[in-house]
């Protein structure tokens, strides 16, 4: 790791051996988001839009079973975290 000023860190250093300045804190990584900024639950036109398919079709696949969502009374609902598992592969 470098300080601002250009000089070699070392290893747990506070400070910088040549300005003198205290060592940046590493930017923590971020995680990747598992529902990609999507609400938890996802209506019919949303998956249809992330899929890149028609409203007609993405209901034919609901109501194949091809798609993991649930019918509450006449609307589907589908979980966002478990619908990217699915789209990823990780989940069946």
């Known amino acids: 790791m470098q300080c601002k000023c250009g000089a ?3 290893e747990k250093a506070k400070f910088c051996p040549e300005c003198g300045k205290p060592v940046p804190k ?12 999507y ?3 996802l209506e019919p036109k949303q998956v249809a839009e992330i899929l890149g398919i028609g409203l007609c079709r993405l209901y034919e696949h609901l109501h194949a079973g ?7 009374g006449r609307r589907w609902r589908i979980s966002t975290k478990r619908f990217f598992e699915w789209l990823d592969g ?3």
């Open 8 to 10: 070699d860190l070392p």
């Open 26 to 37: 590493p930017e923590p990584k971020p995680e990747a988001d598992p529902l990609r900024g």
């Open 90 to 92: 990780q989940a069946s």
């Open 66 to 72: 091809d798609i993991p969502a649930r019918k509450l």
């Open 39 to 41: 609400p938890p639950v």
